[in-house]
């Protein structure tokens, strides 16, 4: 299994940035693709998640600004991330847990300028 993340880069405050996420290899069809986020010297943080059955959730410091979404096979995950803003710099990871494993893409950096 290996996740692919796409879609980083350098916005100023206020831009959007869509960040994808694309699995491949075989899953069990009951799985949860969430994003992560960390920024030196702290640990990663929850971002957003969407499980296989539609359930989706983003944290509270990003709600209203950022949509996580799937595609209808399930093996892809977009985060649109709209009114960026300097504190969301940080460098950002995709994460699956399946049947209680847990996979990591590598990162991709956002860079939000004020």
């Known amino acids: 299994v290996q996740l692919q993340a796409y879609g980083g880069g350098l916005v100023q405050a206020g831009g959007s940035l869509r960040l994808s996420c694309a699995v491949s290899?075989?899953?069990?069809?009951?799985?949860?693709i969430s994003w992560y986020h960390q920024v030196p010297g702290k640990q990663r943080e929850l971002v957003a998640s969407a499980s296989s059955g539609g359930v989706t959730n983003v944290v509270d410091s990003v709600k209203g600004r950022f949509t996580i979404s799937r595609d209808n096979a399930g093996n892809s995950v977009t985060l649109q991330m709209n009114s960026l803003q300097p504190e969301d710099t940080a460098v950002y990871y995709c994460?699956?847990?399946?049947?209680?494993?847990?996979?990591w893409g590598h990162g991709t950096q956002v860079t939000v300028s004020s």
């Open positions: 290899g075989s899953i069990f069809r009951i799985n949860v």
């Open positions: 994460r699956l847990l399946v049947t209680r494993r847990e996979y």
